[in-house]
């Protein structure tokens, strides 16, 4: 295992971002029929999760290390497999990517209440 892979602080921070992809599949499970409080609380996690990603690809993109360097390219690669633009020369706009569909999920949630729909 790779020196930056052994850093707590590395370590902890992994184990955040599994736990949060954990509580958004387990959501999607039942994500047809959540309530509103729910899906509140799914956006939050998503946000949660995209934040600690973006941390995480940018101490990827600041280490020396061959297999953080090889995380980061499996990580964009699967960015760009669920549809994401990923810009190469600077992999840290796909996070203002995500935040803008996070934007666009929350002005839905809140019509959706407003109207009555949710």
Request: aromatic share 10%; with cysteine; charged share 30%.
């Amino acid at each position: 295992m790779a020196k930056f892979f052994e850093s707590p602080v590395v370590s902890d921070a992994l184990a955040e971002i599994v736990m949060l992809q954990e509580q958004i599949l387990i959501f999607a499970t039942y994500a047809d029929y959540a309530t509103i409080e729910d899906q509140w609380e799914n956006l939050h996690t998503l946000r949660a999760l995209s934040e600690k990603q973006k941390n995480m690809c940018f101490r990827c993109m600041l280490s020396d290390d061959d297999d953080a360097k090889s995380m980061l390219v499996d990580v964009l690669s699967h960015f760009e497999e669920f549809g994401h633009n990923v810009d190469i020369d600077n992999p840290m706009l796909l996070f203002e990517e995500v935040s803008k569909n996070l934007d666009d999920l929350e002005e839905s949630l809140r019509y959706g209440e407003e109207q009555g729909y949710l």
